[in-house]
């Protein structure tokens, strides 16, 4: 089993920043995909930032050139910087780890984008 803890959620106003940091119970140096993805009630759960094993980045258009994702191995975190928010990324955001033998989810943290 893994456990993933989710922090740096909030309130934000439009165009404002927020750092979230999720922080893994075992390794993360192992798996072949970490990632951060964020769900809108009554829509489906979509993926907006990951690494491959390599740690090659990949973001879903919508948040290209304002969220950047990074992974620390040793530290067994993984981060999402958010930039220049926008009202439609409001969502619960949680971040996956993916290892070969199993997937595990972090409980999520609110982000809200209003003024």
């Known amino acids: 089993q893994v456990q993933l803890v989710e922090s740096g959620g909030g309130l934000v106003q439009p165009g404002g920043s927020l750092r979230l940091s999720c922080a893994a119970s075992r390794s993360i140096s192992n798996a072949d995909a970490v990632g951060w993805y964020r769900q809108i009630p009554g829509k489906p759960r979509e993926l907006v930032a990951g690494?491959?094993?390599?740690?090659?980045?990949s973001y879903a258009d919508s948040v290209k050139g304002r969220f950047t994702i990074s992974r620390d191995n040793l530290k067994r975190t993984m981060s999402l910087q958010m930039n220049n928010l926008k009202p439609e990324d409001t969502a619960v955001y949680s971040c996956h780890v993916r290892y070969s033998r199993g997937e595990y989810w972090g409980q999520g943290t609110q982000v809200t984008v209003s003024s």
């Open positions: 690494t491959d094993y390599l740690g090659h980045p």
